[in-house]
């Protein structure tokens, strides 16, 4: 079976070395996935001064470049981010406008860059905002030419106003543990497809 690249972009908002859920849910998905040939590394989006835009390189030392040449490089990317005020974080939001610069880029058959590049999602937080985060990201992705595969998000939401994060819990839940299973197979047959028939250019 031909082993597969992923990237794991952690959206948290706290700079290394402090904890972080988004980390703790994005490793075991790329746990999930390396049981289906998948290898990869993950990066922590804000320990890289990532610039605000929508160009593929902001200039004076744009910490986005180099990002950007791992998710070319990669045959899946995760975004992962937390929830803050019921949505993704503003660099989970960044990330996005970042990737819009995409949408000018073609390979050499003229299609857009990023087609047979699968995505998918993970969002951990103790407030409501999973699915909304989750519709968000799908849209934002899918527009600039990944493609997503059937159920591929996991999350994990805590109890509203409590101050149980995912990282305190004995054991994953039972329903993580699913879905973040069902994301992995399901997102790897899927880049496996698209690795061996990509989407045809067009007239």
């Not at 610039?51 to 902001?58: F, I, L």
């Not at 509203?160 to 839940?173: G, S």
Request: proline fraction near 4%; hydrophobic fraction near 45%; glycine fraction near 8%.
């Amino acid at each position: 079976m031909t082993t597969l690249t992923a990237l794991a972009l952690n959206c948290t908002l706290k700079p290394s070395p402090a904890d972080s859920n988004t980390d703790l849910l994005l490793s075991q998905v790329m746990t999930a996935l390396g049981a289906h040939d998948v290898a990869g590394t993950t990066v922590r989006v804000v320990d890289h001064d990532v610039r605000p835009g929508v160009e593929t390189d902001m200039g004076d030392g744009d910490g986005w470049p180099k990002i950007r040449d791992l998710v070319l490089a990669a045959d899946i990317v995760v975004i992962g981010t937390p929830i803050w005020m019921g949505h993704m974080s503003s660099i989970a939001q960044r990330v996005l406008e970042r990737l819009d610069a995409e949408l000018a880029e073609t390979d050499e058959q003229g299609r857009p860059i990023l087609f047979d590049k699968v995505a998918a999602v993970a969002v951990v937080g103790n407030e409501d905002g999973a699915h909304h985060a989750t519709a968000g990201l799908y849209q934002g992705l899918v527009d600039v030419g990944f493609t997503v595969a059937a159920q591929a998000a996991t999350y994990w939401n805590g109890e509203a106003m409590q101050k149980v994060d995912y990282r305190d819990l004995d054991e994953t839940p039972e329903a993580v543990a699913n879905a973040t299973e069902i994301l992995a197979r399901t997102t790897a047959h899927l880049a496996r497809a698209l690795r061996a028939q990509p989407y045809p250019a067009g007239d």
